[in-house]
């Protein structure tokens, strides 16, 4: 079955400190993955796709085929990541199946 | 451009009423789709339509749920006498047809419905 896991519902570190928002999914072709965020009061909006290997806002989320994650990731978290985060995976129907979503809150 | 407007984005309506929610897309796009958010939960794609055809509705309710996207206006979701299990937040997104298969959506704001 297509699947998407964000096992964490609430992550909460402080300002400068690492943040890791994971991000398990179960596929049989050859996945592409996405990291969509909405910001307070704000839509939400396509943060990174693995396929185009950018880093955006300082994050960076790398596919690992042998242990099917999306983990994202960044050195240095800001109080303006504070923000709600989506890892989301196409189908062969171009359709997008949603994780659950993490609440990520950044401590001054 | 506006972006992807919804409205209302709340609604409350009692079990038996019918609840309509609209979406009209970013301009130039002609590709709708409509997910829903259960609380605790995920988006759940729901259906995917182009002017005036639905082309995927495989994640819509058999009965009572409906979708259209008219030629001219908006894109309705439509609920017939609905109940509280359909108390949720209803998103709606649209792309043109090359964002297809780049998988970057442009969401509206959502509309929130509670069915008292």
């Known amino acids: 079955a297509q699947r998407v896991t964000q096992p964490e519902k609430l992550l909460s570190v402080f300002k400068g400190a690492p943040v890791e928002l994971k991000c398990n999914y179960s596929?049989?072709?050859?996945?592409?993955l996405f990291w969509y965020v909405q910001y307070s009061r704000q839509r939400l909006q396509l943060l990174l796709r693995?396929?185009?290997?950018?880093s955006i806002k300082g994050f960076t989320a790398d596919l690992n085929k042998g242990e099917t994650s999306f983990h994202l990731k960044k050195p240095f978290a800001q109080e303006e990541d504070s923000a709600m985060y989506y890892c989301?995976?196409?189908?062969?129907?171009?359709?997008?199946?949603w994780g659950a979503g993490t609440k990520l809150i950044i401590k001054p | 451009n506006a972006g992807v407007m919804q409205n209302p984005r709340h609604l409350v309506r009692r079990r038996g009423q019918e609840a309509r929610l609209r979406c009209s897309p970013m301009?130039?796009?002609?590709?709708v789709y409509w997910y829903r958010q259960l609380p605790e939960e995920g988006l759940k794609f729901m259906v995917y339509?182009?002017?005036?055809?639905?082309?995927?509705e495989s994640g819509m309710p058999k009965e009572r749920f409906s979708a259209e996207f008219p030629k001219e206006g908006p894109s309705i979701l439509r609920i017939q006498q609905v109940v509280r299990g359909d108390s949720a937040a209803y998103f709606c997104?649209?792309?043109?047809?090359?964002?297809?298969?780049?998988?970057?959506?442009?969401f509206g704001e959502g509309s929130r419905l509670t069915v008292l």
């Open positions: 997104a649209s792309s043109t047809a090359g964002d297809i298969n780049t998988g970057e959506l442009f």
């Open positions: 301009k130039g796009h002609s590709h």
């Open positions: 339509l182009q002017k005036e055809n639905i082309i995927d």
């Open positions: 596929y049989s072709g050859s996945p592409e």
């Open positions: 693995h396929i185009s290997r950018e």
């Open positions: 989301a995976l196409m189908d062969s129907n171009y359709q997008l199946i």
